[in-house]
């Protein structure tokens, strides 16, 4: 790749700005300073400095973050923070983008990456990759909630969903539950209580797919992705 190019795509200014970057003598390749712009650069291999500093370039980001409550999961809005506000700059500049989205309100696990195919392929609706929710139900959940999940329950606009995994951790007048769904429709869990009269008051997704949720993580706080659950990923086979 030509170190303008490069340069460029990690975000240290236009083409044209990088051009005079590199007029000034601050870029090295292995010790060597750089001042064309057409210059190659071997990305696994060369060692490139800006004042000193040695830059890191790779194609692809992933990152786990605990969303916390109150901010988007998009990329931009006019009125509220998003998942991307929260992203440290040297982060930000492989413009990653949060994979599906959760509700304003809703906490946990959230995967934001630049690899589209491995977006697509976790939100095909044909791959059911499974989606782990914790959640804290205003109402009595029963054994009867938990076999209506199972058949499928049908949503306000007369969708049937595809089964899910009710388990109760604890019933009372405020219950908390555990549910594994393979879809991603607009608002599903918390339609899935309202169709059998209840109210999701607390949401946190805990899996998706092989990732969990790490939970040192406060909220809003987020990490790459090990070598290991990237792997785990990409080769994911849902059943
Ligand atoms: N289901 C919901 O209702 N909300 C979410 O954020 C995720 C799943």
Known sequence: MRIDKMLANLGFGSRKEVKQLLKSGAVKINDGVIKDAKQHVDTDNDIVTLNGEVIEYRQYIYLMMNKPPGVISATEDTRDETVIDLLEMNDAVYEPFPVGRLDKDTEGLLLLTNDGQLAHQLLSP????????????????????????????????????????????????????????????????????????????????????????DEELELGEYRELTEDEIEQLITFKPE
């Open 126 to 213: 044909k791959k059911h990759v499974p989606k782990m929710y914790y959640a804290v139900i205003d109402g009595v959940v029963t054994e009867e909630d938990v076999e209506a999940f199972k058949k499928g329950v049908t949503l306000d606009d007369g969708y049937f969903t595809k089964p899910g995994e009710l388990s109760i951790l604890k019933s009372g007048i405020r219950s908390e539950i555990e549910l594994t769904i393979t879809e991603g429709k607009f608002h599903q869990v918390k339609r899935m209580f309202q169709a059998v009269g209840k109210r999701v008051v607390y949401l946190k997704r805990m899996t998706m797919g092989p990732l969990k949720l």
